[in-house]
């Protein structure tokens, strides 16, 4: 029983990946690239970094990046709180 | 002062954050500290939240732009679509953000007695911290990709909050590793949403894209993938296998902020359907998911904790069925949404009714985990067959108990009433069955704690629990300032309904005002 | 985790400082470069988890300890978010000192050019405060990862 | 069709991810699935960024006179790399605290929460 419930929401989910990936468009052609344009050009004069991805992660989305040392901070602490008890 | 103003959107979650990173330079020095350090933080972030809900509620949505010249400079010269990330808090996001303020404040003060002075105590603490910013985070973000790192960041610090007491017992890790597979889960699945609509417009701004979207398949597909995954991170039936797992097993002032976490959860579900989608979408069918995930999850929810003997896994239950109520209401307001005469006439009314409920449900159910927590601090059992003649003893929290079931049966003096009432007469009009099982489920949750009172607290003394005390002053001290909360909410309804709860769910409904704040008067 | 053989461990003593300063080398030309914090970070944890496996969990406590590893990261990340608070004048992470001459203030050179390592502002303190941070977490990752292994299987065993 | 092999790969990426979560019994089985679901998300995103012919948007010794793919995808997967490393080593640190205590990965026999 749980197995055909499993087995429906899975062939529901798997045509919506399908459908999205067919309907998604074409690899390599971005139609619609006004932000990404917007970082190319401007992010060497802005932030003075050669390498856009770097001025992206650090300045225009330095929050994000926070929040991914924070994942990374919040990890390493439960991972030890976990184990706290543990003597090797 | 004006600069800590200016920047108060981003202090209340920046100094927690910065707080939890020195934890652990500061319990090398003092472990003592520790605790009353990160309750100080707390209460300065909370202080500044009720700051920025003054000036939300009476000037406006603020907005905050991180890096940019001036923290209202959300679009870069000669270009329409903005590119920073910002923080974008009008009424519902600081309604969400004083709930999670107040409830892990109180957390943090319960915590100092709850939490046993051991080793790991420092990190305890240090997660508690990073949980409430991430609940901030999701709150008051307005970018989609930024909502989905402060998803991670509360979820992974739920996890380790779960299996926080795992070392000694197998459960807490258990319920700790299907938390942990459901948050990624829905994680990865709000990401592969995330990157469906960047793919198609570019970008990554909740306002610029709700004025761009245009509702073809592809945005269909994201909101299918959104629905269900955000309703299985609030605990909607279908999907409810972790809550009481993890709620029953975590530390009870935990399980107070996990509830709120959810609700963080139960928020975002919303600002996607109201400010990205809106009427763009099919709001009908929309509504009618969202009610169908409500009524399930308020009758499976209360049937299933009837039959519980754990208490706190039986409150775990009832959370389900009350956020079933939530979503009942704000579903018939959605299923309205594109009917302007059917809105005016109850749609309004009952989004008041559950999103009221939301603040309302964060506090009653707050107090009665904090009572669960207390009788386990007592007593050592979660076992409602074991216990017995409580009253005696415990005189405190049996009343904090009386009051928390009472709100959560909705008996009339309570917060819980007030807003019940609003779901009930609004949702009459829109279907008349979806109210009659409402108020039954209410019934049953009175009957439900009915039972716990009897079997926890009245009785004669038991002779195992003769050396048993009242709990420790803080947690009094917590358990109390909810109880004034819940006592002054259902006094004072419309205070409240007028003030914040209105103000929400306008910001939820006039989608133009929300693109408005963000792209000017396009 | 049991020590290995002698030639592991002197091609790891050998191989150790090398992936330490690829890794630095990755940090510091972050904002030229393919790469930044995170990743050289990433790289240098490598060396220690190398240093963990050919010398065990044990002979390796000598070189690895955690509580300095735990103390390094909460210090790289409240350079980070201090950092991050130094812009509040304006904006939380605005980037003061970009383009305004002194520490890492050159303007960049419009353009393809070779590059300049005085560039950047925030950029290159902050990839610093990153890699420090996410070597020493993967560091404390990996030790108590081999810590809890050793536990589990001695449970196995018993 | 053809075009959007990258995106159908990506699609049968996540759907072996969700199998093995559904279907599989072993905790380490299913933080490997995560994973799976994890790199095809971290591959979808990093195929919306490409561009036909392009370089990395990197000014240092770039080629010059060439169009640079989109670089908001690579800072995205960046972040959702370190996001899903943190993931999976708190995934696999309770399966070891589970393992711990119940002597066994078997979902079926790790089951004292139910009801």
């Known amino acids: 029983m749980k197995k055909i419930i499993f087995a429906v929401a899975f062939l529901i989910f798997f045509s919506f990946l399908m459908v999205s990936a067919i309907n998604m468009r074409t690899f390599g052609e971005p139609t619609i690239t006004k932000m990404d344009d917007y970082f190319i050009e401007n992010a060497q004069k802005e932030t003075g970094a050669n390498n856009v991805v770097t001025s992206i992660v650090f300045d225009y989305r330095g929050f994000d990046t926070l929040g991914e040392a924070t994942v990374l901070f919040t990890a390493v602490v439960g991972v030890v709180a976990l184990f706290r008890g543990v003597k090797k | 002062m004006s600069i800590l103003l200016n920047n108060s959107p981003i202090l209340i979650l920046a100094l927690p954050l910065l707080a939890a990173f020195l934890i652990p330079l500061i319990g090398r020095i003092n472990k003592k500290t520790v605790g009353i350090f990160s309750a100080l933080v707390l209460a300065i972030s909370l202080v500044f939240t009720i700051l920025l809900a003054v000036k939300v509620i009476t000037v406006g949505p603020q907005i905050y732009v991180f890096g940019a010249k001036s923290s209202g400079l959300t679009l870069p010269s000669g270009l329409n679509v903005p590119i920073r990330i910002m923080f974008q808090v009008d009424a519902m996001g600081i309604f969400m953000g004083l709930i999670t303020a107040t409830v892990s404040f109180l957390g943090a003060i319960y915590s100092l007695a709850f939490i046993k002075k051991t080793e790991g105590m420092d990190n305890f603490y240090s997660l508690l911290l990073l949980l409430t910013v991430g609940m901030f985070g999701m709150e008051f973000t307005g970018d989609l990709f930024n909502f989905f790192v402060f998803l991670e960041i509360a979820s992974i610090a739920s996890v380790a909050l779960i299996a926080y007491r795992g070392i000694d017992f197998g459960e807490p890790a258990e319920a700790g590793f299907k938390y942990m597979v459901v948050s990624s889960i829905s994680a990865l699945v709000v990401l592969f949403a995330i990157g469906i609509l960047y793919g198609e417009y570019d970008l990554l701004n909740i306002a610029a894209l709700a004025n761009v979207i245009k509702y073809s398949q592809l945005d269909k597909i994201a909101l299918a993938l959104l629905l269900p995954v955000l309703a299985m991170k609030s605990g909607a039936v279908p999907m409810h296998m972790w809550t009481p797992d993890a709620y029953s097993e975590a530390p009870a002032p935990i399980t107070m902020i996990l509830v709120a976490a959810s609700q963080a959860s139960l928020y975002a579900l919303f600002r996607i359907v109201f400010s990205l989608y809106n009427v763009n979408s099919n709001t009908l069918a929309a509504g009618w998911i969202i009610i169908i995930f409500g009524v399930l999850s308020m009758f499976i929810g209360v049937t299933m904790a009837i039959v519980q003997k754990d208490i706190k896994r039986l409150m775990a239950y009832h959370a389900v069925s009350q956020t079933g109520y939530m979503l009942l209401g704000v579903g018939v307001g959605l299923a309205v949404l594109s009917n302007p005469v059917a809105l005016k006439e109850y749609g309004i009314t009952s989004l008041e009714g559950g999103i009221f409920h939301i603040m309302n449900h964060a506090m009653y159910k707050g107090l009665l985990f904090l009572t669960a927590g207390a009788l386990f601090f007592r007593t050592g059992t979660r076992n409602l067959n074991k216990m017995g003649g409580l009253a005696h003893s415990m005189k405190y929290t049996t009343i904090f108990f009386i009051i928390g079931a009472a709100a959560i049966a909705g008996l009339p003096p309570f917060n819980g009433f007030a807003s019940k009432l609003l779901i009930y007469e609004s949702v009459y009009k829109f279907n008349p069955l979806l109210s009659i099982i409402a108020m039954v489920v209410s019934i049953l949750t009175l009957a439900s704690f009915v039972k716990v009172f009897h079997s926890a607290f009245l009785g004669p003394k038991l002779p195992q629990f003769n050396d048993v005390q009242e709990v420790p002053q803080s947690m009094i001290l917590s358990m109390a300032i909810l109880s004034c909360v819940i006592i002054f909410f259902g006094l004072f309804p419309d205070l409240i309904v007028k003030n914040l709860v209105h103000p929400a769910v306008m910001a939820l409904v006039e989608q133009v005002k929300y693109t408005g704040t963000v792209l000017g008067g396009m | 985790m049991k020590e290995m053989s002698k030639i592991v461990k002197t091609v790891a003593n050998f191989v150790y400082g090398f992936i330490l300063i690829y890794g630095f080398y990755i940090i510091v030309h972050g904002h030229l470069t393919p790469g930044g914090g995170f990743q050289g970070g990433a790289v240098t944890a490598s060396a220690f988890a190398l240093i963990l496996v050919s010398y065990g969990s044990v002979n390796s406590k000598k070189f690895l300890k955690k509580d300095i590893f735990s103390l390094f990261e909460s210090f790289g990340l409240t350079l980070f978010i201090l950092l991050a608070f130094s812009g509040l004048g304006i904006t939380f992470f605005y980037n003061f000192l970009a383009n305004y001459g002194s520490w890492f203030g050159d303007a960049a050179v419009i353009g393809v050019n070779p590059g300049n390592m005085n560039t950047g502002g925030l950029i290159p303190l902050m990839n610093m405060a990153v890699g420090l941070e996410v070597l020493s977490a993967l560091g404390v990752i990996v030790l108590i990862m081999a810590k809890g292994a050793e536990f589990t299987r001695k449970k196995e065993n018993s | ?115």
């Open chain 4, 1 to 115: 069709m053809i075009d959007n092999l990258p995106y159908i790969a990506v699609a049968f990426f996540v759907a072996f991810g969700i199998y093995t979560l559904m279907f599989k019994k072993n905790l380490i089985k299913i933080a490997i699935g995560v994973c799976l679901i994890e790199n095809g998300v971290n591959l979808f995103l990093i195929t919306l960024g490409y561009r036909k012919g392009a370089v990395a948007p990197i000014y240092t010794m770039a080629p010059s006179g060439q169009n640079m793919v989109l670089p908001t995808p690579q800072a995205l997967t960046l972040t959702s790399i370190v996001i899903g490393i943190a993931t999976t080593a708190l995934i696999l640190s309770v399966a070891m605290m589970i393992y711990k205590h119940y002597g066994t990965l078997d979902t079926d026999e790790v089951r004292r929460l139910r009801g």
